[in-house]
């Protein structure tokens, strides 16, 4: 395993309310992941569990440089781009698998076709979820907010709706998520 807390440590200090933000929604991401990836492992599918729980606890260690107010991030760069920010911090560590599930994690991923069509501040490549691993974390964190921190999970029709408004391609992308990994109301 590797040692994420000193990972977020090096960008965040626990002093703050960033910390508290980035620990306590990555830490409700990394269970929900763990119990979906539980529930894998006993249908037969392979997954890397271990992994999985550090790729949740990192995947939104790029909010630091952004500049949104509401969740204590004053950085410069639009939040939008909080996932590849992310990718750039892991990967200079060498964390490079890590690093892919920052970059594909935001909405139900981002297509090139998603970029280009809202003008994203964006690389000009699919943002999407590739690994059955990448899936999970992408999936578990739509129901997490940061704004309404420590809440229970959001109910998914409230997710459906919000995927909705990035449109039909992003909407299917999260129902074929829902279909592999179950619905919240599965999950305690
Ligand atoms: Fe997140």
Redesign the pocket.
Known sequence: MIDYNSIIERYYDPATPLYDVLMV??RQ?AELAAQICERLIAQGVPVDADFVYEAAML??IGIVKTDADGIHCHGTEPYIKHGTLGRKMLDDMGLYRHALVCER?TGAGLSLNDIETQNLPLPHRDLLPVSVEEKIVCYA?KF?S?THLGEAPKPMERVRLSMARFGDESLQRFNEMAQMFGEISEYS
Do not use: A
């Open positions: 929604h990555s991401v995947h939104d994690h964190d997490f940061k």
